[in-house]
């Protein structure tokens, strides 16, 4: 058998990390092209050197001469900047896994869609921004998008051999986040160590407070719009604390399909690796006598604002769901770096989003273009220098 070509796009992150230990477990099966991180040039290198890859990317310049060093005598390709980036996910690879956070993913994963062969999408806020602009690339290339997020690969699997006529309602499950029983006055003194620490999933920090406030959420429930052609108003969210259902799709029969499994990201990523088929994981079975019950109750858009307004983003259309992922990535990152409050995030990015919309983005230079200017103006709001 010969092996399977693969590019990780932010292979140093969470599921960066979760990706490369299905493949170490399973070297035989892989051949690494190529790994990209952003500034992190000892990790990846060290990920470059035990995978064998061809090429290893920092899209920041400032690290490459510490890529360089890392790599001397390997043989490795090192190369740094946006450009290499896209050059990187250009080389033919039977599978990317687009897996940068934010926006920055979005020219890289673009570029992997153009080469016509599977893309694993973990990097939500790429589709979130780019939309349409994606789903053509997609459609002309004839690429395959298989959904790593774990509730759009629930979803996917619900779907596998029906037809989205006959889809009545697709659910997306939360788990509420660390904060989900906070009041709040409470909201509004939580701190990012508070934020980061997700109770059911190990993630990288700017998706952990995306869970926390529920924009993450909201992003997903924009990217299921782009992925499944169901409507919005066929696309709900329900809280359900254990993440052991990671979504649900509900039939015109009165059936209702549901994916089950562990909160570990490695099962939705073995089975964007194996699919069509399955693979192995180490992850450890369902005990559900153990757990005894799953709870589910509807969100609360009053201390959690973020979905009502990513639902309205992704109704108004054009540019606004562009605008609202650079206004949060901005207003996050605020957050984290101690600028601003927690309850601010969603309050700016509905501020950003009212001040108007520049014109849909009609391609990949016009999506960028409308997420620049966002994030200008998301930093004048916040006040940020
Ligand atoms: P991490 O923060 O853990 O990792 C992000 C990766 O992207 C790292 O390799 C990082 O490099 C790289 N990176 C960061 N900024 C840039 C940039 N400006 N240009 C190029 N590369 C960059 O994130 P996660 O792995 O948690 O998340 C990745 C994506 O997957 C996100 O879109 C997230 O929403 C999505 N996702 C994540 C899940 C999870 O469980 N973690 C679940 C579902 C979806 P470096 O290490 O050098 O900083």
């Not at 033919?92 to 897996?99: F, H, M």
């Not at 926390?212 to 909201?218: D, L, P, R, V």
């Not at 207003?331 to 309050?347: C, E, N, P, S, Y």
Request: proline letters at 6%.
């Amino acid at each position: 058998m010969t092996a399977r070509t693969l590019t990780i796009l932010g292979a140093t992150g969470s599921i960066g990390a979760s990706t490369l230990d299905l493949v170490r477990r399973q070297r035989h099966k892989w051949r690494v092209v190529a790994l990209t991180a952003n500034g992190n040039a000892t990790e990846l290198a060290a990920l470059a050197r035990e995978f064998g890859a061809e090429i290893a990317v920092v899209a920041d310049e400032g690290a490459l001469p510490a890529l360089r060093e890392a790599l001397a005598g390997s043989g490795i390709e090192a190369a740094a900047g946006p450009g290499a980036l896209v050059e990187a996910a250009s080389r033919p690879a039977d599978l990317t896994i687009a897996a940068i956070v934010g926006c920055a993913g979005l020219a890289p994963t673009m570029a992997a869609i153009e080469q016509g062969a599977l893309v694993g999408l973990a990097n939500k806020e790429a589709l979130v921004s780019a939309g349409d602009v994606m789903t053509a690339a997609v459609a002309r290339s004839g690429a395959t998008l298989l959904p790593v997020d774990s509730e759009h690969n629930a979803i996917f699997q619900c779907l596998a051999g029906n037809d989205p006529a006959d889809v009545l309602a697709i659910t997306l499950t939360a788990s509420g986040g660390p904060f989900r029983e906070w009041s709040a006055a409470q909201l509004a003194a939580a701190t990012p160590a508070q934020a980061v620490k997700h109770p059911n999933w190990s993630m990288g920090a700017k998706i952990s407070v995306d869970s926390a406030t529920m924009m993450n959420k909201g992003l997903e429930l924009i990217e299921a719009f782009h992925l499944f052609p169901v409507g919005l108003d066929a696309l709900r969210i329900i809280i359900h604390p254990q993440s052991i259902i990671h979504s649900m799709v509900e039939y015109r029969d009165g059936s209702t399909l549901a994916q089950l499994g562990p909160s570990d990201m490695r099962v939705p990523i073995a089975s964007t690796l194996a699919w069509p088929r399955r693979m192995d994981t180490p992850c450890a079975p369902l005990n559900l006598a153990a757990l005894g019950q799953l709870t589910f109750h509807a969100p609360d858009e009053l201390r959690f604002p973020a979905t009502r307004i990513a639902r309205a983003a992704a109704e108004a259309g054009g540019a606004a769901p562009a605008v609202l992922n650079a206004a949060n990535e901005v207003a996050v990152a605020a957050f984290l770096a101690g600028h601003i409050g927690f309850t601010r995030i969603a309050a700016d990015v509905e501020n950003v989003l009212a001040r108007g919309l520049p014109p849909a983005p009609a391609s990949l230079e016009d999506v960028l273009a409308v997420d620049a200017e966002a994030r200008i103006r998301a930093r004048e709001l916040l006040e940020l220098a």
